[in-house]
């Protein structure tokens, strides 16, 4: 089909979304099931072999209704990276923010702060790109 592409299990088409680090992409499983993929390029500066091993190790984080867990990390090609999420058709808080209410707006910031509260002290991750365009809503 136009527009789409096979990366190892995982058949890639319409373009979600883009940003600084990369291109999103709605995948789609062997078995029919949507994914979300964003492919990242990997600076020449950058080790990308260190970069796949650290995205593909088990975080400790306990089940929270914050943090979307990593699939799969699929090394696609030697500049290229693939990081596999659900996909969660909802959009990123960009999107939402734009027809909410002021207080549907500030209920969603209360719930943004816990997040980001649990992944600083309860797992000691900073999140370097914190936007809305980030922050999926599911």
Do not use: W
């Not at 090394?75 to 999420?85: A, E, W």
């Not at 659900?86 to 939402?96: I, S, W």
Request: proline share 4%; hydrophobic share 35%.
């Amino acid at each position: 089909t136009h527009g789409q592409q096979t990366l190892g299990c995982y058949e890639v088409s319409r373009k979600l979304g883009k940003g600084r680090f990369g291109k999103t992409r709605l995948c789609r499983t062997v078995d029919n099931y949507l994914n979300t993929i964003k492919i990242i390029e990997i600076l020449p500066n950058h080790d990308k072999d260190k970069i796949v091993k650290q995205l593909k190790q088990p975080l400790k984080i306990e089940k929270n209704d914050y943090i979307l867990p990593i699939k799969d990390v699929i090394d696609i090609d030697q500049n290229r990276i693939g990081i596999m999420t659900e996909y969660y058709p909802q959009g990123n808080l960009a999107t939402v923010l734009t027809s909410k209410t002021i207080t549907d707006a500030i209920k969603l910031m209360k719930v943004l702060a816990k997040a980001v509260a649990f992944l600083h002290e309860k797992c000691y991750i900073p999140h370097k790109n914190l936007k809305p365009e980030n922050i999926l809503i599911f």
